[in-house]
DNA sequence: GTCTATACCTCGATAGAC
DNA sequence: GTCTATCGAGGTATAGAC
């Protein structure tokens, strides 16, 4: 029985993806990269083209997550306030319990590059998906009439705000900031705020039901 | 009666105001800061000595606004969730109103850096002041006993996000937005969320009275 | 698959003429 | 107060040995 050696192109990621939360894409250098792995900096392009493709491969793992997560919550039964809760809690634990540091990768000032043009579109998606799971909250007379996409903002600068400080900051707290941001932003379009408690408790459970 | 004209000084601070919150400082060069003023590049020397000053001045006009607004809302009459409604929409309006484009200025990545130290701590002062602000309502039994820093936080992530969005967007819908994000963040917080219309009726003309 | 060496570029900043 | 010219550092990426 072998334990897996993390691969050099894995290294390259987990350590491009430290750098990148801590002080950005463009602030971070390739040779700062190749320090970190231990190996020197032409050797990272061996294992990618071009600094905009390591970057590339973290996007994938940033959006695809959340993607599966929305899209599971739309396609599944409970009300409407039960699968919001229960999306934004599995979003953040999919960006979490990744084994890079994704906070920051999906940030307006990267998403606008046109080379990462792929990611953004794919960050599109998500956004759409989840103001539809928002929207039938409020048809279903569930949430507040607010605008959709207005919310489905909001609770996009909630999960990245809390993803950022999760895996920047110290450990332990996950599950109780995960659960504090869900019942904030479901609290805000919530008719009856006095439901969250239930709310919360039918999360966790249900997708296994 | 003349008409000031801007002066190369404060039209560098416009310029790299609109370049940093597009592209973030680091991406950005000096070299484009001075072509968006219609200078050569060493001439942004004459009047910064740095790039970093540059970013200095734009981050006490970032942070200045918002440390006032909230400390006169902690000094003001009124219900908690009056005030920190009022305070979210001055904030905001404060940010946007500036003639520079703040978006970003604040982030994690540019505070983290030891040369925007002092930026960073007046920055903290702003954090526990709405901190304060919120735990009043907390202990006025008007918000639910959530955990203040926590939504601090949350409200926090709420202003940059629009803040963001509005000035790098379309322009006119800034009133609407402002109160949509002053109501999310209030209602996130009250136990009674009906009274949303009226806390928010009682926010503009309260400063005045 | 990693190395050394290096090409070539852009960066922030300086010197000194005007 | 703005210019031209340029410096030295550090950026991404390539070439070719091992």
Redesign the interface.
Known sequence: MTVEQPSTREQILLQASILFA???Y??TSTRQIASAVGIRQPSLFYHFPTKTDIMRALLVEAIDGPVAAVERQLAADGSPAIRLHRYIVQDLITLCESVYNLA?TTT??VL?DPEFAAAASRYRCLFAARTRLIQEGIDAGEF?P??AE??S??I???I???H??IV?GSPGTLEA?VN??A???V?????D?SKIDEIRAAGPAATAG
């Open positions: 801590r002080q950005g463009h602030a920051g307006a000032a606008a507040f607010v605008n207005f919310a903002r909001a996009e600068w909630a990245e705000g809390l950022t400080e920047s900031d504090q941001v019942d904030f932003c609290r805000a379009l919530l008719i705020g």
